[in-house]
């Protein structure tokens, strides 16, 4: 009679005990999963670094005016199409330290005169317009452009220089 009180006050956990436990684990897991995978996530989108459009319209407004063959300026800001040397960017001789070595841009600069044709005198607002060409990993090419006014009377005032 002894052996069986002995059973009855041995003590263990019951199976409703087992089953919320083995809840709760797994539910544990699963949430410290989807957080790896969120940061894994989040880690993916910081690598795939795109140019930013604002930046390089902040470049072209602080360029100082192309000076040409004898000046100290050759890679400066002029009408027209250029592309600018950019440490930045591969197709710009960045090298192959570039931030985005799969990547090119210029920039359009186009004077907006609001003359009538018989004076020689500039404002110095130009439309600018920066392209910036991207190859993707699957090969393909992605262009993207930014439009913006200008206004830069002493580039103005330069070519006015060299035109007469």
């Known amino acids: 009679m002894r052996r069986h009180q002995l059973r009855a006050t041995i003590s263990g956990f019951t199976l409703a005990e087992v ?12 949430a ?35 000076t040409g063959e004898g000046g100290d300026v050759v890679n400066g800001l ?20 570039a931030l985005y070595p799969d990547a090119t841009w210029d920039r359009y600069l186009e004077p907006i005169d609001a003359t009538n044709g018989l004076d020689r005198a500039t404002n110095g607002l130009y439309r600018a317009t920066i392209r910036v060409i991207e190859i993707n990993k699957g090969g ?3 262009i ?17 220089g060299s035109a007469q």
């Open 19 to 30: 089953l919320i436990a083995v809840a709760i684990f797994v539910i544990a897991i699963f």
């Open 32 to 66: 410290i999963l989807k957080m790896v995978s969120q940061s894994m996530s989040l880690v993916r989108s910081i690598q795939l670094q795109r140019p930013d459009l604002g930046t390089l319209a902040g470049k072209t407004m602080m360029a100082p005016p192309q």
């Open 78 to 97: 002029a009408s027209g199409l250029s592309t600018p040397d950019d440490e930045d960017f591969g197709g710009n001789n960045g090298g192959s330290i």
């Open 140 to 142: 393909e090419k992605s």
């Open 144 to 160: 993207n452009k930014l439009n913006f006014l200008l206004f830069r009377p002493d580039l103005a005032e330069q070519e006015m």
